[in-house]
């Protein structure tokens, strides 16, 4: 009888460990699930962002429209989010977008959208004794607005 309970003595920890492993693996995926919706509901609402505010500022030249963009990018809580993973398009009636100077005045009467969208946004999952890398790609997140004031107002051009 003694030397029964004497073999088994560490059999409690191996056990622990395996299960415990298995646990922790769980537990984490589960928190980087949860950080993975978090990120794309971050991401759709830059796209919300972009859209309405490039609906009621003034359309100008690209270094304008790239200073707006860049102070949305600035309040945007996630890790190497740059500029070139939002894009703001101008769409005609068709939803063809419109290229060349959009402050010449045949060129901004056509604008009826607005479209922002998110692209090739990676993040990495971080799961600790997982042996296998997991990065996902964001889908594209896009926002189209119709076209609002775009600054102009009655009194002149707003400033945003």
Not at 57 to 77: F, W
Not at 122 to 139: E, G, K, N, R, S
Request: overall charge negative; aromatic content about 12%; proline content about 3%.
């Amino acid at each position: 009888m003694l030397r029964q309970s004497f073999k088994q003595k560490g059999s409690t920890l191996v056990e622990f460990t395996i299960i415990a492993s298995f646990f922790f693996v769980l537990i984490f995926s589960i928190i980087e699930f949860g950080r993975l919706l978090f990120t794309w509901h971050v991401l759709n609402e830059t796209t919300r962002r972009a859209a309405r505010l490039s609906v009621v500022c003034q359309v100008s030249t690209s270094e304008q429209v790239d200073t707006k963009i860049l102070a949305i990018i600035n309040d945007v809580p996630l890790p190497n989010f740059t500029s070139s993973n939002l894009t703001v398009e101008y769409l005609d009636s068709t939803g063809t977008i419109i290229s060349g100077d959009l402050t010449d005045e045949a060129n901004f009467n056509e604008i009826k959208y607005v479209e922002s969208k998110i692209n090739n946004y990676q993040i990495a999952l971080l799961i600790p004794l997982a042996t296998f890398d997991i990065t996902f790609t964001a889908p594209e997140f896009k926002t189209i607005l119709p076209r609002e004031s775009l600054g102009v107002t009655r009194t002149g051009f707003s400033d945003c």
